[in-house]
């Protein structure tokens, strides 16, 4: 059964800092690997998915990599503002269209 | 845009009542999915549908059941409502056309307290 887990559980940082944003799953047999945005109290946003043949996807300061053979994403915010303060998290979609979620990290950038 | 809309943002009921969650969607999605959402368990996944009157059952299907009569309409039901059932609740949809190119679009969520 797959198994998608995120690290750090939470991360604080001062505006301006660049950042990395941890996901690994069990189970390589996925067929894209999305990142969602949650604000407190709100439903999910896509920010980005990466197909299984794609190694990396791009969105203004936002960086997705995908590394299938060793079961890991990261997703690099570059120059954080405190409006990226939210919860991340990542998801590996399975057969059948069922997204696999991990338990997300509450990012915090402080002004 | 695509939008997906939940009955209500929160709700309060009473252990023992009958729970009626809607969602609707205006894409024309084929694929519309439940999920529920727990600090430190992430979103675990309810119950899905791919079509009209079709559904299937997903991780935590216990004490749910679903109902879809039309494609921009799925409803989730707490037959009998109890306290282990308060959290967030998220609907979902996609488009079933090309697989590993759709994302899922979510509501904003309905916050459900059972007292």
């Known amino acids: 059964k797959q198994e998608v887990t995120q690290i750090p559980a939470a991360l604080s940082v001062p505006e301006g800092e660049n950042l990395v944003l941890n996901c690994s799953f069990t189970d390589s047999a996925i067929y894209n690997l999305q990142w969602f945005r949650q604000d407190p109290g709100k439903g999910l946003t896509s920010l980005l998915l990466?197909?299984?043949?794609?190694r990396e996807q791009t969105s203004g300061r936002l960086n997705a990599s995908l590394d299938k053979s060793s079961g890991r994403s990261t997703l690099y915010i570059a120059a954080s503002q405190p409006g990226d303060s939210a919860t991340y998290l990542c998801a590996g979609l399975e057969y059948g269209n069922k997204l696999v979620f991990g338990a997300g990290t509450i990012l915090r950038v402080k002004s | 845009d695509v939008k997906v809309t939940q009955s209500s943002r929160y709700l309060v009921k009473r252990t023992g009542e009958k729970v009626f969650l809607e969602c609707v969607q205006d894409?024309?999605?084929?694929?519309m999915f439940w999920y529920r959402q727990d600090p430190g368990l992430g979103l675990r996944l309810i119950y899905f549908?791919?079509?009209?009157?079709?559904?299937e059952k997903g991780d935590i299907p216990e004490g749910y059941s679903v109902s879809r009569e039309k494609k921009e309409r799925f409803s989730l039901i707490l037959e009998s409502a109890s306290t282990n059932q308060t959290s967030m609740y998220l609907c979902a949809s996609s488009f079933s056309g090309q697989g590993a190119l759709d994302t899922q679009y979510f509501g904003p969520g309905t916050r459900l307290t059972v007292l």
């Open positions: 990466i197909q299984s043949s794609q």
């Open positions: 894409m024309d999605h084929e694929n």
């Open positions: 549908s791919y079509d009209v009157k079709m559904k």
